[in-house]
Nanobody, 111 residues
Framework: VQLQASGGGLVQAGGSLRLSCAASGSTNSIDIVGWYRQAPGKQRELVARITSGSGASYTEAVKGRFTISRDNAKNTVYLQMNSLKAEDTAVYYC??????WGLGTQVTVSS
């Protein structure tokens, strides 16, 4: 499985970005995808994940601001990030169960 993430960038606080992650290659029966992030000096943390049936879960810090979604026909998962804060600055990684990772995409929120 290969994961290709895109959509990061520099945005002012309060702004929005949408990340995309396209998957290619074989899949398995447990189809869960998501996004992690890692800020400088911090551990990588789960941001959001979504099942094949579109059941989603979020870390508390992004609830109400971020929305994860997927297009199964395109094998693509999205992360819509609204009301961005400086503390959302991190490298965001696409993930697919059990342990497939895409290259990170930098999200920088200026205050």
């Amino acid at each position: 499985v290969q994961l290709q993430a895109s959509g990061g960038g520099l945005v002012q606080a309060g702004g929005s970005l949408r990340l995309s992650c396209a998957a290619s290659g074989s899949t398995n029966s447990i189809d869960i995808v998501g996004w992690y992030r890692q800020a400088p000096g911090k551990q990588r943390e789960l941001v959001a994940r979504i099942t094949s049936g579109s059941g989603a879960s979020y870390t508390e810090a992004v609830k109400g601001r971020f929305t994860i979604s997927r297009d199964n026909a395109k094998n693509t998962v999205y992360l819509q990030m609204n009301s961005l804060k400086a503390e959302d600055t991190a490298v965001y990684y696409c993930w697919r169960y059990p342990a497939y990772w895409g290259l990170g995409t930098q999200v920088t929120v200026s205050s």
